[in-house]
């Protein structure tokens, strides 16, 4: 069991509740596995390609049915096909082909990649707890002025909802250094690349459903 977190929960006006709330130790407290983040983040990273690329070989070249010459008499080289890789125009020879990069991982090392990240960022001190909030419409502004109250505009932000919702998720896509998840959404890839996470207050008890034993 790793080591019990205090943090001060904040407005979203940065100033502070008066409450403190405990990070759980088994989440924000275990002893970081680097190789489980390594593997989560290179998973995470396969999944995400289309694996669609694609070239010609030989064989999907049209014609070249016939030989363009006879075999000897010509002072040149012999050739069996206008579709060889060596023709301007022929196939490419170990050219692309569709595939499917899709890499599984076990829940348990899956869990294990989170609880690393997200205890390597309690122990830097990066975590800031905010008291939960929604919005009722989109509004950037509105998220734009909450990351300046905790003078985090200028850095890789992860913000973690309580509640999935549109109209956040809205507000912050058009903000180039902010990554808005929900706390049951988030993936090993999202927290390695946040420099700081802004946690709502809320959202620890969804995390802990999602990653507590």
Not at 34 to 46: G, L, P, Y
Request: hydrophobic share 35%; proline share 5%; with cysteine.
């Amino acid at each position: 069991m790793g080591v019990t977190v205090k943090l001060d929960v904040y407005k979203i006006d940065g100033t502070p509740t008066g409450v403190k709330e405990n990070l759980p130790a088994d989440i924000f407290g275990v002893d970081p596995n680097d190789h489980a983040i390594w593997q989560a983040v290179t998973a995470e990273q396969k999944n995400n390609r289309q694996g669609t690329s694609k070239a010609k070989n030989r064989s999907d070249v049209r014609g070249g049915g016939r030989k363009p010459w006879r075999q000897k008499g010509r002072g040149t080289a012999r050739a069996g096909t206008i579709r060889s890789p060596l023709w301007v125009g022929g196939g490419r020879a170990f050219g692309p082909s569709p595939r499917d990069y899709h890499m599984d991982l076990p829940k348990k090392l899956k869990k294990l990649a989170r609880k690393s990240a997200l205890s390597y960022r309690a122990k830097e001190n990066n975590i800031r707890l905010v008291e939960d909030f929604q919005f009722e419409a989109p509004k950037t502004k509105q998220v734009h002025d909450i990351l300046s109250a905790f003078e985090l505009t200028e850095k890789n932000v992860l913000l973690l909802t309580a509640e999935g919702s549109r109209n956040l998720w809205l507000s912050g896509r058009n903000i180039p250094k902010l990554c808005v998840r929900g706390a049951d959404s988030f993936s090993t890839q999202d927290v390695v690349r946040a420099k700081v996470l802004l946690i709502q207050k809320g959202a620890i008890t969804k995390i802990q459903g999602v990653l507590g034993t």
